[in-house]
């Protein structure tokens, strides 16, 4: 089993534009591929874990999603980043759209893909991370077992600033991607694990 670095990938990975619906609307955040060569030269597997809710929501076109998947893979290839896996949950509890309108067992914070993760990936969650920019993300380290960091980019900053009481909070607060994994780099140096 390896450990693994869970990500989220809006405002936290790329920009946050609101329910990307198009491989054009992907920007990176800055330093964030620098970030992901640190992890990846930690010998940490790369797994992101999005909620894609605007799917039930009727704002995101069920087919964008593998079209939005595929791009965002292939722009991290060309950067040398190879994902291990890539996790979507397009349900909502409130969503408009048949089929996608449910109470899931994906929805972050809801643990479903990080246990299918490591189902399929053969990943030690109890020394993996998950890294986001909402309390959600963070919840779901704490629902799963791993460690939880919260960025500042994205939603980040707005969060912490009003962090919800029934939330667990971050084990560590990051500016952004790079910080975060300098921060998992340096923890990933000082452990006996290979
Ligand atoms: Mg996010
Ligand atoms: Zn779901």
Same mark, same amino acid.
């Given at each position: +089993?390896?450990? %693994?670095?869970?990500?989220?990938?809006?405002?936290?990975?790329?920009?946050?534009?609101?329910?990307?619906?198009?491989?054009?609307?992907?920007?990176?955040?800055?330093? $964030? #591929?620098?970030?992901?060569?640190?992890?990846?030269?930690? $010998?940490?597997? @790369?797994? #992101?874990?999005?909620? &894609?809710?605007?799917?039930?929501?009727?704002? #995101?076109?069920?087919?964008?999603?593998?079209? #939005?998947?595929?791009?965002?893979?292939?722009? +991290?290839?060309?950067?040398?980043?190879?994902?291990?896996?890539?996790?979507?949950?397009?349900?909502?509890?409130?969503?408009?759209?048949?089929?996608?309108?449910? %109470?899931?067992?994906?929805?972050?914070? $809801?643990?479903?893909?990080?246990? &299918?993760?490591?189902?399929?990936?053969? @990943?030690?969650? &109890?020394?993996?991370?998950?890294?986001?920019?909402?309390?959600?993300?963070?919840?779901?380290?704490?629902?799963?077992? $791993?460690?939880?960091?919260?960025?500042?980019?994205?939603?980040?900053?707005?969060?912490?600033?009003?962090?919800?009481?029934?939330?667990?909070?971050?084990? +560590?607060?990051?500016?952004?991607?790079?910080?975060?994994?300098?921060?998992?780099?340096?923890?990933?140096?000082?452990?006996?694990?290979?």
């Amino acid at each position: +089993m390896k450990p %693994a670095v869970f990500l989220d990938r809006d405002g936290t990975v790329n920009v946050d534009v609101g329910y990307l619906c198009h491989p054009d609307q992907i920007t990176l955040l800055s330093r $964030a #591929i620098e970030g992901l060569r640190l992890l990846r030269d930690c $010998a940490l597997e @790369l797994v #992101i874990i999005t909620n &894609q809710a605007g799917v039930a929501r009727g704002l #995101i076109p069920p087919e964008q999603l593998p079209v #939005i998947q595929r791009a965002f893979l292939r722009l +991290m290839r060309s950067n040398g980043i190879s994902f291990a896996g890539y996790y979507s949950c397009p349900h909502h509890p409130e969503g408009i759209l048949p089929g996608y309108r449910r %109470a899931c067992d994906c929805r972050k914070p $809801a643990p479903g893909l990080v246990l &299918q993760a490591a189902r399929e990936l053969d @990943l030690d969650v &109890q020394h993996s991370y998950v890294v986001g920019d909402k309390p959600s993300d963070v919840q779901l380290a704490h629902n799963t077992g $791993a460690t939880g960091i919260l960025v500042l980019t994205g939603e980040g900053r707005k969060h912490l600033e009003n962090y919800p009481g029934d939330c667990s909070p971050p084990h +560590m607060v990051c500016d952004d991607l790079y910080e975060a994994a300098r921060w998992i780099a340096a923890r990933e140096g000082g452990s006996s694990r290979g």
